[in-house]
């Protein structure tokens, strides 16, 4: 079955580096997409590809069939959920359950 | 400019009503999607538009039905308004092509209450 996985919670402490895991079993899926969620709004990019990529404090880990979004610096703003997305056909993103990410200052 | 805009952002209904939730995107793109946020927060694709027409239907309750008038615009009617139909419904588009790189733009979400 094509699934998502990443865990429901993540929790950490200002300034320090976050990371949150995903791993999928979708057949045929090369690329993952990370979006960050703030409930109410709607659920925005912030990096993508089939390979590790750097957008502005957001970095990609990639592997075959996992990556891991990494926060430098990490900030209580960036309490939010995030999402982890793979392909699943065409123009079709299979997503997880997302994380919520947890700030303490 | 919102790119991706649908409306309303609340609908409180009671059971058995029908209701739609429009969405507009300004992006040019040529598929449009609706997503669901079940209970455990998953994003689920329910339809996929790509140029007025349907190219992903999964499983959806046929109370469920899509209108895309052209392919700036997929609005979703719900017939028979059903409690387990409570959830944040998503409309998204992307650029087609079925590039396997392509992102989905979201819209802010609609928050359907059924009581």
């Known amino acids: 079955k094509d699934q998502v996985f990443q865990p429901s919670t993540v929790a950490s402490s200002e300034g320090a580096v976050v990371e949150i895991f995903c791993n999928h079993s979708v057949s045929n899926a090369y690329n993952f997409f990370w979006y960050l969620h703030f409930p109410g709004c709607a659920p925005r990019l912030l990096v993508k590809g089939s390979k590790p990529s750097q957008q502005g404090r957001y970095n990609m880990t990639y592997e075959r069939f996992s990556s891991s979004l990494l926060i430098l610096q990490v900030r209580e703003a960036d309490a939010a959920v995030y999402y982890c997305?793979?392909?699943?056909?065409?123009?079709?993103?299979?997503f997880g359950a997302g994380t919520r990410l947890a700030v303490h200052p | 400019d919102t790119a991706v805009s649908q409306t309303p952002k609340y609908l409180v209904t009671q059971m058995g009503n029908d209701k739609s939730i429009k969405c507009e995107q300004n992006l040019g793109h040529d598929t449009m999607y609706w997503y669901k946020q079940d209970s455990k927060k998953f994003l689920k694709i329910m339809f996929s538009?790509?140029?007025?027409?349907?190219?992903i239907n999964e499983t959806v309750p046929n109370r469920f039905s899509p209108k895309s008038p052209d392919k700036a615009h997929l609005n979703l009617h719900i017939n028979s308004l059903e409690l387990g139909d409570s959830a944040v419904y998503f409309c998204?588009?992307?650029?087609?092509?079925?590039?396997?790189?392509?992102?989905?733009?979201f819209g802010q979400g609609t928050r359907l209450t059924v009581v």
């Open positions: 998204a588009s992307s650029q087609g092509g079925g590039d396997m790189n392509t992102e989905a733009f």
């Open positions: 997305a793979c392909p699943g056909g065409y123009n079709k993103l299979i």
């Open positions: 538009y790509n140029n007025k027409e349907l190219i």
